[in-house]
């Protein structure tokens, strides 16, 4: 059987009545909340500590889709750790106002190396998000090595969206985030070739590009 995540019914309606009684201060306008600016500050500044402290390199790249003959955007990094294992890591803008982070995790022969899953498959790992340090399951995706990282919603995802969002995906063991509200994620796989560290800084600058290019430049 497949382990999946419980939201007790309490909490639910409660994040339920928080949404439908008032605007997440993400979404609302600085100069309509004056503490927006402030808070986005703090962030900012906790973000620009987290790429300081998790150093890692990635780049941004602006295409065009050859069947749409739209732009389309992504972010790439390769993190490793010292015996030849690498996570893959993918960000790209979803139809659904979001931006998903995914990481392939291989070893320096292509070949995926043993990690610590339970009986579903999914990886056993310690998940950090913002200041926030979790164990949990994190569910694989098309491919055995191949993870969904984190969830970006961004500005023009509605109350009501961003309720069904978390639910659904968070039931499925995927961290969901506020595009202004998140500064990093840090997520340790457990292989038989040692510890794999992936970050995905949100404030890093190329990161912010895909932020620009998805959100619509907010």
């Known amino acids: ?12 309606l409660g994040l339920f009545a928080l949404l439908v009684a008032a605007p997440f201060s993400n979404f609302a306008d600085a100069d309509e909340n004056p503490n927006a ?26 295409t065009t889709d050859v069947l749409t003959d739209k732009p389309v955007a992504e972010v790439n990094s390769t993190q490793s750790n010292d015996n030849g294992v690498s996570g893959m890591i993918h960000g790209k803008c979803e139809d659904d ?8 995790v291989s070893n320096d022969k292509g070949q995926i190396p043993d990690i610590i899953r339970s009986q579903d498959g999914s990886a056993k790992v310690r998940y950090r998000l913002n200041d926030s340090l979790v164990k949990q399951l994190l569910p694989s995706m098309d491919y055995t090595n191949r993870y969904k990282a984190l969830v970006v919603a961004g500005p023009d995802v509605g109350a009501l969206k961003l309720l069904g969002l978390k639910l659904s995906e968070e039931a499925k063991g995927v961290r969901l985030a506020n595009w202004d509200q998140v500064w990093g994620a840090l997520i340790s796989f457990e292989t038989n070739q040692g510890d794999l560290v992936v970050s995905i800084p949100a404030r890093h600058s190329e990161i912010q590009k895909l932020f620009a290019f998805c959100f619509g430049g907010r």
């Open 97 to 104: 106002g979001t931006i998903t982070f995914s990481v392939v």
């Open 37 to 62: 600016n402030s808070a986005r500050t703090d962030v900012e500044a906790k973000g620009l500590e987290f790429v300081r402290k998790h150093p890692s390199e990635w780049e941004y790249k602006e």
């Open 1 to 12: 059987m497949k382990s999946r995540f419980v939201i007790p019914l309490a909490r639910t």
